[in-house]
């Protein structure tokens, strides 16, 4: 798989729309490049109610995906949203890096 700009797992913060400035993780991207992101983009489904599958209807509160354009990845260091590149390290391996300060996203891989 191709090495993504955003994980799962990421702080991210809403660049655009009715969520612009929050921050949330993310809880799954999908393969559109749409991401899904928690408590973030949030609608009401209405649900019929489904006996054999033991479904309860109702009005469900729940998370939309999100283009990838609209979010961008939460640098701790500025407190503010970041651009990230792509750097490969002296040991050969392939890390994501913030734009604005070099700063290496992926300390854990």
Do not use: C, W, Y
């Amino acid at each position: 798989m191709a090495m993504r700009k955003i994980k799962k797992g990421d702080q991210v913060i809403v660049l655009a729309g009715k969520d612009q400035g929050k921050r949330g993780t993310v809880v799954r991207v999908t393969n559109d490049d749409r991401i899904v992101v928690e408590n973030i983009n949030m609608v009401k489904r209405h649900t019929k109610a489904n006996p054999n599958k033991g479904v309860t209807g109702g009005i469900l509160d729940k998370e939309m995906p999100l283009h990838i354009s609209n979010v961008a990845l939460f640098n701790p260091v500025t407190e503010k949203g970041d651009r990230v590149g792509f750097k490969v390290l002296e040991d050969g391996r392939k890390v994501r890096f913030f734009k604005s300060n070099g700063e290496v996203v992926d300390t854990d891989t």
